[in-house]
């Protein structure tokens, strides 16, 4: 699964999304099951919420979780990769400016091992990978 795009209380136009998720999204599920397809493992690809907001987890939360009842797929066998949506942007947004310049002229590898918990470029502090990470 993938761009879900919750936008919680700033939905308009919920029956745009229960008019593809709802009913025939069920429906196609449960014909995966009643087929006999075995489903192993559920991954979300991105983007479960729009603004990264704890409002537009909730209603993914129910969405993912009747999703994976209905494949009989249990939590442990889900797994979600964070797309860009699903950033709060004003969470520590000084933090990403100062960390944006600071790594500016450091070569991608070294911040991508930094950002993985290695060696911290010259110049820059922990502390602006963790209020980064928080986001």
């Not at 192993?40 to 537009?56: I, K, Q, R």
């Amino acid at each position: 699964m993938s761009d879900l795009h919750v936008r919680g209380p700033r939905e308009t136009e919920a029956w745009r999304r229960r008019r593809v998720l709802g009913e025939a999204w069920e429906r196609n599920l449960d014909d995966l099951v009643k087929d006999g397809i075995p489903i192993d493992l559920v991954c979300f690809t991105g983007d479960v919420a729009d603004h990264g907001t704890s409002e537009e987890y909730r209603p993914a939360t129910e969405f993912v979780e009747a999703t994976l009842g209905r494949l009989h797929v249990p939590k442990e066998r889900f797994f979600v990769v964070a797309g860009n949506h699903d950033i709060h942007r004003r969470t520590n947004q000084a933090a990403w400016k100062k960390l944006r310049s600071l790594l500016f002229d450091v070569p991608a590898i070294e911040r991508s091992r930094w950002l993985q918990g290695g060696k911290t470029p010259r110049g820059v502090r922990d502390k602006h990978r963790e209020q980064v990470l928080e986001r």
